[in-house]
């Protein structure tokens, strides 16, 4: 029997790097060089990973499928990403909402399917995000939740366990 271990799943854009913020709205940058790392990022992924936990980033990319973004540049952001802040797992939607799509966030199908292909306990898990789609991922899959709260002007119909104002607190809050 393989034991199962904890995780923390981060969402990319507005947790591990700034989102583009138009009219109250979150955007993904739209290229390499407009992707800037959050403070802290690499250090508190690196505090995560020491306890224990496994990290995945989970996120949604649904311009690829609109025809407004490339599936090469939203790899290199990913990569980047990864490489920078030490994220050691990745998946990804590149579906639109809606449909017979099972992952893009709020529905748990990244978090569901990374917990079984790497043994991951999603009930001792965590789900760190800054919508409301991460935060349902979260409880749609049994993991603790926890808000990044960047004041977007967006609905909220999912109420997460946590909230707090960047990765830093998120990571203070998992690890006590």
């Known amino acids: ?95 639109l909402e809606g449909g017979e799509c099972d992952c893009y966030k709020p529905k748990p199908g990244m978090l569901v399917d990374a917990a079984r292909e790497l043994h991951l306990d999603l009930s001792q898990s965590f789900m760190v995000g800054d919508r409301w789609r991460d935060v349902g991922a979260g409880i749609n899959a049994g993991c603790t939740t926890v808000l990044i709260e960047r004041g977007y002007q967006e609905q909220r119909p999912f109420t997460p366990d946590f909230q707090c104002s960047n990765l830093s607190e998120a990571t203070d809050y998992i690890l006590k």
């Open 1 to 95: 029997m393989t034991l199962l271990r904890p995780a923390v799943f981060l969402d990319r854009d507005g947790v591990l790097n700034s989102a583009v913020v138009r009219e109250g709205k979150p955007y993904p940058p739209q290229n390499l060089a407009d992707v800037e790392i959050t403070r802290n990022a690499q250090e508190s992924v690196q505090r995560i990973r020491d306890a224990g936990f496994v990290t995945v980033i989970v996120t949604n990319q649904p311009d690829v499928a609109k025809g407004i973004q490339t599936r090469d540049v939203v790899d290199a952001i990913n990569n980047h990403v990864m490489q920078e802040t030490g994220v050691e797992h990745l998946r990804v939607c590149w579906c």
